[in-house]
């Protein structure tokens, strides 16, 4: 099988939609699957993809992202002949859906889909509620997490101490990320807890934001910006972090941050939100809040109760080994691989 696959973001950026895409990519080839990917991070004009796949000679092609490569991947499936699979990531369902100047392209790329693949059943009940045609070609393929561990010593990187307790926030510095939100709460619970550190990691993609951060830290000099960190690197520096924070104000559901977070062994305290309760339970692998107030209140419990942290810690970890086989996610996407092609076979 050939696969050709088309994405906003792939390495070396680290992005959701790039870790997400390498992480597929390298599970299709582990099965012999063909595969080569396009980046429209490197600005390639939509001729110019759809000349290189035709050279390519795809079975199908995936896009990851509705709004970015919706319309390069179903018009080269149009051309070519051949089926589109759209994968909806987040904003482009969340956000785009939803916004006037966007609705009318989205809503046009996922009718001419072959088949959308979702993270999430809240992602395709979302779907469906807005285009319900779209109900018997949207397949549920949830997130896993995959590990290529490089050392990182976090403490030794930042001068930290074994007894300072650090809150990570990893995500790419972007306004629907939130990543500043923890600053003020966490903050004020430093006057009890003055071990408190917050690291956030993750590379600047809105440079208002990444202007806004920086120039917050100024004042919360506990406060600390690694900047964008290369992937490998990302669970060592997870595993030296006592609790992991995603403040994110809108997820496409199963947020790699939490998943790997979860499968460190780390407490998550993750905003309450859709995408985030598609992974997380309260009180059971994770913590979940709604208001400043609401994280200072459970944060400060993930400080005063290290059992707890572990506690949480341990039944995500259970979780991920016990639901989130990458095997399973593989073999799920080269069965809806094969019953699109059959699909399209049918039809000739």
Not at 138 to 148: E, H, M
């Amino acid at each position: 099988m050939r696969v050709g696959i088309v994405t906003p973001f792939y390495f070396p950026s680290v992005r959701g939609n790039s870790i997400t895409v390498q992480r597929i990519e390298s599970g299709l080839r582990d099965h012999r699957v063909i595969v080569r990917v396009w980046s429209l991070e490197e600005s390639p004009s939509p001729g110019e993809i759809l000349h290189a796949l035709d050279a390519f000679a795809p079975d199908l092609v995936h896009g990851f992202h509705v709004s970015a490569s919706g319309r390069i991947v179903t018009d080269a499936s149009s051309r070519l002949g051949i089926p589109s699979i759209l994968s909806v990531t987040g904003t482009d369902i969340n956000t785009d859906l939803f916004d006037p100047d966007r609705r009318t392209e989205v809503m046009e790329v996922l009718r001419r889909a072959t088949r959308v693949v979702v993270f999430h059943d809240v992602m395709r009940a979302k779907l469906t509620g807005e285009l319900p045609e779209t109900a018997d070609r949207i397949r549920v393929i949830g997130q896993t997490v995959r590990c290529l561990e490089a050392p990182f010593d976090l403490r030794h990187h930042l001068g930290l101490t074994p007894n300072d307790l650090i809150f990570l926030i990893p995500a790419g510095i972007r306004r629907v990320k939130h990543v500043t939100f923890c600053l003020k709460p966490l903050d004020a619970l430093r006057v009890q807890y003055p071990q408190i550190k917050a690291v956030f990691a993750g590379p600047i993609i809105e440079a208002a934001e990444g202007i806004r951060l920086q120039e917050l830290l100024r004042d919360y000099p506990w406060a600390f910006y690694l900047g964008p960190v290369p992937h490998e690197q990302m669970f060592a520096i997870v595993s030296s972090a006592d609790v992991v924070v995603n403040s994110s104000r809108s997820e496409g559901g199963m947020a790699n941050s939490i998943l790997e977070a979860m499968s460190r062994g780390r407490a998550v305290l993750a905003s309450d939100i859709e995408g985030n309760r598609s992974v997380v339970r309260e009180g059971i692998d994770g913590l979940l809040f709604a208001s400043e107030s609401e994280f200072a209140r459970k944060a400060e419990r993930l400080i005063r109760e290290p059992g707890l942290r572990r506690q949480l810690g341990q039944t995500g970890q259970q979780k991920i080994e016990r639901e989130f086989s990458r095997e399973r996610e593989i073999r799920d996407y080269l069965g809806l691989y094969r019953e699109a092609i059959e699909t399209g076979l049918r039809r000739l």
